[in-house]
């Protein structure tokens, strides 16, 4: 079965709040929408990237900073 659609849109304004890599705008008739991802190497890379170094200690700051604002109660 084919449908023949002849369509006229005029949008004077539209106002979109989100859109994202995942999301379809679709204004008026559409047959079909095939999803199409492509993966490019933009950095020409040619080796895997190194695995990442886990921290065996959680993280504790070496340095104690003074506190620049005082608070109520405190003693400077």
Request: proline share 13%; glycine share 6%.
């Amino acid at each position: 079965m084919n449908f023949f659609i002849q369509q006229d849109i005029r949008i004077h304004s539209i106002r979109i709040n989100s859109l994202v890599n995942s999301s379809v705008l679709q204004i008026g008739s559409c047959g079909l929408i095939k999803p199409i991802s492509n993966l490019f190497n933009t950095g020409g890379y040619t080796q895997p990237a190194p695995p990442l170094e886990i921290p065996t200690a959680p993280y504790a700051p070496e340095t104690t900073y003074p506190i620049l604002v005082p608070l109520p109660g405190t003693i400077t």
